[in-house]
Every structure is written in C-alpha cells, then in structure tokens.
C-alpha cells in the first residue's frame, strides 16, 4: 500500500508541472484537490498531505484521508519514501549538474560518494 503511495505522489510530482494550473475559469486550488482526491480514490490510498511551494512561499498545503491507525492525516504526519528516495536523489544531482556545469560534473575525481545503504 505504501509502494502504491508513494509512486502515486513520485508520478504527482513528475506530472503537475505539465498541468495548466493557470487555466482559465478555474481555480487552481479546487485543481489540486480534485486531482488528489480523484488519484486517492481510484488508487485505493488511505492517506496523503501535499505542499506546493513557490518561490520559497508555501502557495498550497493539504491532507487527506486517514493513517493505518485510524487517525488523521496531518501536515507534520510522516511518511516513508523508501525507494522513491534513489530516483528523487538522483534527478537533484542532475540538475545540479546541468545547472552548474562545468563547475560541478560527474567524473571529477574530487568528488567521494560514500554508499550509506
């Protein structure tokens, strides 16, 4: 159930800049929150808290459904990311690296990378 959580939210995050939040006529809260309540219902999630930040300022925050123990969902509930960590570490090196080339690149030697797994 969690796997399913967190690829959901990882395919979320990978989507939502390709949505026209902007569009006309509609409200771009009311966006999100059909989104996430469609995408909670039809992937059977139980629970989730989304924050969209813009420029430094949190523009939105939200949580839904309910934990495993029957409480709810809160902005400070914590959630396992498991393995969504590798491909989320790995896209922030790259885009370091593109950003930043040639000051940082990935086959500088002075570069240690300790494996912590």
Same mark, same amino acid.
């Given at each position: 159930?969690?796997? +399913?959580?967190?690829? #959901? &939210?990882?395919?979320?995050?990978?989507?939502?800049?390709?949505l026209s939040l902007a569009a006309e006529g509609r409200d771009t809260t009311q966006q999100i929150e059909t989104f996430m309540k469609e995408a909670l219902e039809e992937y059977? +999630?139980?629970?989730? #808290? &989304?924050a969209v930040i813009?420029?430094?300022?949190?523009?939105f925050q939200n949580s839904w459904g309910t934990m495993s123990d029957g409480s709810a969902v809160t902005e400070d509930t914590t959630f396992l990311i498991g393995s969504v960590s590798k491909p989320l570490t790995s896209l922030a090196i790259m885009t370091l690296v593109e950003d930043l080339y040639?000051?940082?690149?990935?086959?500088?030697r002075q570069y240690k990378i300790n494996n912590c797994t």
């Open positions: 159930m969690k796997k +399913i959580l967190l690829t #959901s &939210l990882f395919i979320f995050l990978l989507v939502a800049p390709s059977h +999630i139980p629970g989730a #808290s &989304l813009h420029n430094g300022q949190t523009v040639p000051l940082v690149y990935l086959s500088n």
